[in-house]
């Protein structure tokens, strides 16, 4: 639990703000407050490991609260008046609190039980030199295998297609691996890389990929580069600005490429441009309506009104039906559950989605679903220290394969999303551990760093 109460963090400026809240909001209820502390916490906890760590259990912690306690507060506190009434808030706030802070608590509490010095986070950069120095061209093959697997993944049933999404990921390992190598940054092949992931995104139009492994990078970058709180400050506003811009215009941008503009960086820019001149962009009001985009609170709460008034508690059933989804192939379970699923969905929040629109339940409430609200606290703990044993795997084992832990990233990217389907998060948890297992246990020779290495 030490990783909760980090030495690094600097509890006289979370006090003075936690003071200068109570008394410019004196209208906040004391849910609302606390939901905001721990929110705090969270996010000082994240800026202050950013230079040391992969910060894995802090950008758990970071974005569930963000959408579980920053979003529903700030719906409850007026910004629902501007939501379309499908995504506002059904119960009470003192409903939703008393279920989901706990919840959330729990679920961080699981992720640093045990965790000693956030074990699986640690990288040991010297090892890493040894190892690039003695493989100075694996960085390149795993570029190059991971833009291959993203060519060909299309050609490929779901099952299959996914190993090869997985695949494609190599890439950006191969690019931590360059930054981490101890020799001359290779600007233009993490251009490369990152520049296809921007054309992926714009072709697309979905940017959780790209925002989520430029924070990866970034902590990458921050290990071996290890900037001030002021860089990190600066670098931390621009990412927040790049988030916010995105959320702004990215259904305005879709819906331009809907209508037969070609997808890439002009449209998006002439999109921005739009909203900047109707003075849209950044209105009060567009800021309001998109934080539906960070809550994921308004699901929760359709959910409460739904089980179990209208739906019993699931006990168990429905956690089975989304661990058979998660675990077994579709060769032995071929009537499994799809990711997403509208027909779960729809039957435990009551809402009808329309074509084209992916919501999913989210762990905290497929907690909730199955063992309502102290089974759903106790599920949101074991999920935590389901992660947090993972990741603790990984520190067990990285010692013989120090490269290891660059794949954690691999492993977490989407689990850390609090807005996505429980069977989604844990088929890609089982998925990618399986994967990397094989590719470790054939090439053992290759991925082992000697003792004289080291």
Same mark, same amino acid.
């Given at each position: 639990?030490?990783?909760?109460?980090? =030495?690094?963090?600097?509890?006289?400026?979370?006090?003075?703000?936690?003071?200068?809240?109570?008394?410019?909001?004196?209208?906040?209820?004391? /849910?609302? /407050?606390?939901?905001?502390?721990?929110?705090?916490?969270?996010?000082?906890?994240?800026?202050?490991?950013?230079?040391? @760590?992969?910060?894995?259990?802090?950008?758990?912690?970071?974005?569930?609260? $963000?959408?579980?306690?920053?979003?529903? @507060?700030?719906?409850?506190?007026?910004?629902?008046?501007? *939501?379309?009434?499908?995504?506002?808030?059904?119960?009470?706030?003192?409903?939703?609190?008393? /279920?989901?802070?706990?919840?959330?608590?729990?679920?961080?509490?699981?992720?640093?039980?045990?965790?000693?010095?956030?074990?699986?986070?640690?990288?040991?950069?010297?090892?890493?030199?040894?190892?690039?120095? &003695?493989?100075?061209?694996?960085?390149?093959?795993?570029?190059?295998?991971?833009? @291959?697997?993203?060519?060909?993944?299309?050609?490929?049933?779901?099952?299959?297609?996914?190993?090869?999404?997985?695949?494609?990921?190599?890439?950006?390992?191969?690019?931590?691996?360059?930054?981490?190598?101890?020799?001359?940054?290779?600007?233009?092949?993490?251009?490369?890389?990152?520049?296809?992931?921007?054309?992926?995104?714009?072709?697309?139009?979905? +940017?959780?990929?790209?925002?989520?492994?430029?924070?990866?990078?970034? &902590?990458? $970058?921050?290990?071996?580069?290890?900037?001030?709180?002021?860089?990190?400050?600066?670098?931390?506003?621009?990412?927040?600005?790049?988030?916010?811009?995105? *959320?702004?215009?990215?259904?305005?941008?879709?819906? &331009?490429?809907?209508?037969? *503009?070609?997808?890439?960086?002009?449209?998006?820019?002439?999109?921005?441009?739009?909203?900047?001149?109707?003075?849209?962009?950044?209105?009060?009001?567009?800021?309001?309506?998109?934080?539906?985009?960070?809550?994921?609170?308004?699901?929760?709460?359709?959910?409460?009104?739904?089980?179990?008034?209208?739906?019993?508690?699931?006990? #168990?059933?429905?956690?089975?039906?989304?661990?058979? !989804? !998660?675990?077994?192939?579709?060769?032995?379970?071929?009537?499994?559950?799809?990711?997403?699923?509208?027909?779960? +969905? =729809?039957?435990?929040?009551?809402?009808?989605?329309?074509?084209?629109?992916?919501?999913?339940?989210?762990?905290?409430?497929?907690? /909730?679903?199955?063992?309502?609200?102290?089974?759903?606290?106790?599920?949101?703990?074991?999920?935590?220290?389901?992660?947090?044993?993972?990741?603790?795997?990984?520190?067990?084992? #990285?010692?013989?394969?120090?490269?290891?832990?660059?794949? @954690?990233?691999?492993? +977490?990217?989407?689990?850390?999303?609090?807005?996505?389907?429980?069977?989604?998060?844990? #088929?890609?948890?089982?998925?990618?551990?399986?994967?990397?297992?094989?590719? +470790?246990?054939?090439?053992?020779?290759?991925?082992?760093?000697?003792?004289?290495?080291?």
């Amino acid at each position: 639990m030490e990783s909760l109460f980090n =030495t690094r963090f600097n509890w006289n400026v979370f006090l003075i703000i936690a003071i200068l809240i109570y008394l410019f909001f004196p209208g906040l209820s004391w /849910y609302s /407050y606390l939901a905001i502390l721990i929110s705090i916490h969270q996010f000082f906890l994240l800026f202050f490991s950013i230079d040391h @760590v992969l910060p894995i259990r802090y950008l758990f912690g970071t974005l569930m609260c $963000l959408q579980m306690f920053i979003g529903p @507060v700030l719906a409850y506190n007026g910004v629902d008046d501007y *939501q379309y009434f499908m995504y506002t808030m059904k119960v009470p706030e003192a409903v939703y609190f008393s /279920y989901v802070i706990p919840a959330v608590s729990c679920f961080i509490i699981g992720l640093h039980f045990t965790a000693g010095k956030l074990k699986g986070e640690m990288l040991n950069v010297n090892a890493l030199h040894a190892f690039t120095n &003695a493989r100075p061209d694996l960085p390149f093959w795993l570029i190059g295998i991971g833009f @291959v697997a993203s060519m060909i993944a299309g050609f490929f049933s779901s099952d299959l297609a996914f190993v090869f999404y997985l695949l494609g990921n190599f890439k950006y390992i191969g690019a931590f691996l360059l930054v981490l190598s101890g020799k001359q940054l290779k600007t233009i092949a993490l251009v490369i890389v990152y520049g296809s992931i921007v054309l992926s995104s714009l072709g697309g139009g979905m +940017f959780h990929d790209l925002l989520t492994w430029l924070m990866m990078i970034g &902590a990458v $970058l921050a290990i071996k580069y290890k900037p001030g709180i002021n860089t990190k400050a600066i670098a931390g506003g621009l990412f927040i600005f790049l988030a916010i811009l995105i *959320q702004q215009v990215k259904g305005t941008y879709r819906d &331009a490429t809907a209508e037969g *503009q070609e997808a890439g960086v002009e449209t998006f820019q002439k999109v921005v441009e739009e909203g900047r001149e109707a003075n849209t962009l950044f209105s009060f009001k567009s800021l309001a309506i998109s934080t539906v985009r960070i809550n994921q609170g308004f699901i929760i709460t359709n959910i409460m009104t739904q089980v179990p008034a209208k739906v019993p508690f699931a006990n #168990g059933t429905e956690l089975g039906i989304i661990l058979e !989804a !998660a675990i077994l192939p579709r060769i032995l379970a071929p009537n499994k559950l799809n990711a997403g699923d509208r027909a779960l +969905f =729809t039957k435990y929040s009551g809402m009808g989605l329309r074509r084209g629109t992916s919501m999913g339940l989210s762990s905290v409430g497929d907690a /909730y679903i199955n063992f309502g609200i102290v089974g759903g606290c106790l599920f949101m703990f074991c999920l935590g220290f389901l992660y947090n044993t993972v990741l603790k795997l990984f520190d067990k084992y #990285g010692k013989e394969f120090p490269v290891l832990l660059l794949f @954690v990233p691999l492993v +977490f990217y989407y689990p850390i999303r609090p807005d996505c389907e429980l069977q989604t998060i844990l #088929g890609h948890l089982v998925k990618s551990c399986f994967l990397i297992f094989v590719i +470790f246990f054939i090439w053992k020779k290759q991925f082992r760093v000697q003792p004289a290495e080291s």
